[in-house]
């Protein structure tokens, strides 16, 4: 960085900072000594913020697409909810709703916030029971003596 100094007319050195920072030239000097010096590194960290979002979201579409977990057609079930995936891209998956007849897009990395379950092959149950749908839960009171423990050494 340069450092202009003012002379007064009578050729001595100005000290005065105020009246060295008036001076038009030397504000424009200063501005681009420091812009030139720090400017490309606010740059560079603003594409590496953006650079990374990128990168993720690509690996999260990689993932998902060539996973074995995820077919297109499949029925699953997301937050109780019945669903068939209808699209599964690099960015986003599209899943078509049953019970409403719509679409819900989700992205990719945000896949790992739903609960997903899926239908097992040699299991298909009607439905996928939350709470007490199916009526409250058997008690069943067992009078039975408890084992005894081993004692420890």
């Given at each position: 960085?340069?450092?202009?100094?003012?002379?007064?007319?009578?050729?001595?050195?100005?000290?005065?900072?105020?009246?060295?920072?008036?001076?038009?030239?030397?504000?424009?000097?200063?501005?681009?000594?420091?812009?030139?010096?720090?400017?490309?590194?606010?740059?560079?960290?603003?594409?590496?913020?953006?650079?990374?979002?990128?990168?993720?979201?690509?690996?999260?579409?990689?993932?998902?697409?060539?996973?074995?977990?995820?077919?297109?057609?499949?029925?699953?079930?997301?937050?109780?909810?019945?669903?068939r995936?209808?699209?599964?891209?690099?960015?986003?998956?599209?899943?078509?709703?049953?019970?409403?007849?719509?679409?819900?897009?989700v992205?990719?990395?945000?896949?790992?916030?739903?609960?997903?379950?899926?239908?097992?092959a040699?299991?298909?149950?009607?439905?996928?029971?939350?709470?007490?749908?199916?009526?409250p839960?058997?008690?069943?009171?067992?009078?039975?003596?408890?084992?005894?423990?081993?004692p420890?050494?």
């Open positions: 960085m340069t450092v202009t100094l003012l002379l007064h007319p009578t050729g001595k050195m100005e000290t005065n900072l105020v009246q060295q920072l008036s001076d038009p030239a030397v504000l424009e000097n200063a501005g681009k000594a420091i812009l030139s010096d720090w400017v490309w590194l606010f740059v560079a960290g603003v594409a590496v913020l953006l650079f990374r979002e990128i990168i993720q979201e690509f690996a999260a579409g990689l993932s998902v697409c060539f996973s074995k977990q995820w077919a297109v057609d499949e029925i699953v079930f997301l937050n109780g909810r019945q669903a995936i209808a699209r599964i891209g690099l960015r986003e998956t599209t899943f078509y709703m049953c019970d409403r007849h719509s679409t819900m897009r992205k990719n990395t945000n896949l790992g916030d739903l609960t997903c379950e899926k239908v097992l040699n299991h298909a149950p009607e439905y996928l029971p939350k709470g007490n749908e199916k009526g839960m058997k008690v069943i009171i067992v009078d039975e003596e408890p084992k005894p423990r081993r420890r050494k």
